[in-house]
Nanobody, 113 residues
Framework: QVQLVESGGGLVQPGGSLRLSCTASGNIFRVNAMGWYRQAPGKQRELVAIIRGDRTNYDDSVKGRFTITGDNAKRTVYLQMNSLKPEHTAVYYC????????WGQGTQVTVSS
């Protein structure tokens, strides 16, 4: 059974920072990419950032503000989020692309004063 376990979410004031972590375990035979999606209330889930080997891609709205790092071979991925704004409030999901797609349970990020 495959599990993606996220941590690092929480409540932060505008302008603050958070670092999300995700570790995958289980019968994962191949990792092509790992990344982060988010879903705000009433909105669809959307890609935030993804890492494939040494290549990264970001949604335009987070470029220069968020940084994704990780090691596909170690099945870990991180998301450093700086200068957070209220509009970044969402549930953030870890995502792994291998022979199948896998999702974490989500971690809540709330940006509010």
């Amino acid at each position: 059974q495959v599990q993606l376990v996220e941590s690092g979410g929480g409540l932060v004031q505008p302008g603050g920072s958070l670092r999300l972590s995700c570790t995958a375990s289980g019968n994962i035979f191949r990792v092509n990419a790992m990344g982060w999606y988010r879903q705000a209330p009433g909105k669809q889930r959307e890609l935030v950032a993804i890492i494939r080997g040494d290549r990264t891609n970001y949604d335009d709205s987070v470029k220069g503000r968020f940084t994704i790092t990780g090691d596909n071979a170690k099945r870990t991925v991180y998301l450093q989020m700086n200068s957070l704004k209220p509009e970044h409030t969402a549930v953030y999901y870890c995502h792994l692309v291998g022979l199948q797609y896998y999702w974490g349970q989500g971690t809540q990020v709330t940006v509010s004063s």
